[in-house]
C-alpha cells in the first residue's frame, strides 16, 4: 500500500539559512500533519492541515510556515535555522471518516541537522 | 486538555518473556488511543489502536493492548517478546476530527537474548 512520503529523508543546513521540507500524504488522504521530534524527545505537532485549509496549530515558530496544495501535498517552511530545529520531522496523514474518527500515518521523517 | 504518561522510561526484557509497556492518559472528552513504534532511525509505524467497541485490540507483530476506562489506561502487552521487537513505543491520545496526536515520552523496551 502506498504510504506517506517525505523529501529529502536528510538536510544539512547552516544557522540562518531556510529549509523545505516536502510530504507527499497517502492517496485520497485529505488531512496532513506536521512534528517535530528533538534527539530522545516525543513528538510534539506542529501544525495540520486540511482541505488546503489550516486546521490546527501547535507550538511552531513564526519563523516557520507551511501549507497545503492543491493536489493535498504541503511544505514546511524554514527560515532562520537555528542549531535549536535541528530535529526529525515528521509528517502525518489522515482522511475523514466515519463518526469523526481518524488514523494518522506517519511518513519516515526529514532529519534536519543545523550546523 | 489531554496528556499522556507512559509510566515507564525503559523496560529491560530477556527474549520470549512476557511484557507490559504502561500508558494512562487524562482527557475531559472522549478519546481516541493509540500506540506507535518507532525503531531506530525510522519513522513512526502504527501498532494498534482503540476507537470503539472492544476494549481489548489486536495489532500487528502479536502486540496487543486493553482500553480501561475507569482507570484511563491503554497498557501494551506482548506475551512473548523477540530481539525484533527492541524499539522505542509511544502512546499517543487523540479526542479525534482533526485534532492532534498528544504523544508519551516514549517507553524504550529493550530485549536481551
Known amino acids: 500500500a502506498a504510504g506517506v512520503i517525505q523529501s529529502p529523508r536528510h538536510l544539512i543546513k547552516e544557522k540562518r539559512e531556510t529549509a523545505t521540507l516536502k510530504c507527499y500524504p497517502i492517496?485520497?488522504?485529505?488531512?496532513v500533519y506536521w512534528y517535530q521530534q528533538g534527539p530522545g524527545q516525543d513528538p510534539q505537532f506542529l501544525i495540520s492541515?486540511?482541505?488546503?485549509?489550516?486546521?490546527d496549530k501547535g507550538s511552531i515558530p513564526d519563523r516557520f510556515s507551511a501549507q497545503q496544495f492543491s493536489d493535498y501535498h504541503s511544505e514546511l517552511n524554514m527560515s532562520s535555522l537555528e542549531l535549536g530545529d535541528s530535529a526529525l520531522y515528521f509528517c502525518a496523514s489522515s482522511s475523514y471518516g466515519r463518526d469523526y474518527q481518524e488514523t494518522q500515518y506517519f511518513g519516515p521523517g526529514t532529519r534536519l541537522l543545523v550546523l | 486538555a489531554q496528556s499522556v504518561t507512559q509510566l515507564d522510561s525503559q523496560v529491560p526484557v530477556f527474549e520470549e518473556a512476557p511484557v507490559e509497556l504502561r500508558c494512562n492518559y487524562s482527557?475531559?472528552?472522549?478519546?481516541?488511543l493509540f500506540w506507535y513504534v518507532q525503531y531506530p532511525n525510522q519513522g513512526l509505524q502504527l501498532l494498534l489502536k482503540?476507537?470503539?467497541?472492544?476494549?481489548l485490540v489486536k495489532g500487528i507483530n502479536g502486540f496487543e493492548a486493553e482500553f480501561n476506562k475507569s482507570q484511563t489506561s491503554f497498557h501494551l502487552r506482548k506475551p512473548s517478546v523477540h530481539i525484533s521487537d527492541t524499539a522505542e513505543y509511544f502512546c499517543a491520545v487523540t479526542s479525534g476530527g482533526y485534532n492532534k496526536l498528544i504523544f508519551g515520552a516514549g517507553t524504550r523496551l529493550a530485549v536481551h537474548p
Open positions: 482503540y476507537l470503539s467497541g472492544s476494549t
Open positions: 492517496p485520497r488522504h485529505d488531512t
Open positions: 492541515f486540511y482541505e488546503k485549509m489550516q486546521s
Open positions: 482527557s475531559s472528552v472522549s478519546v481516541y
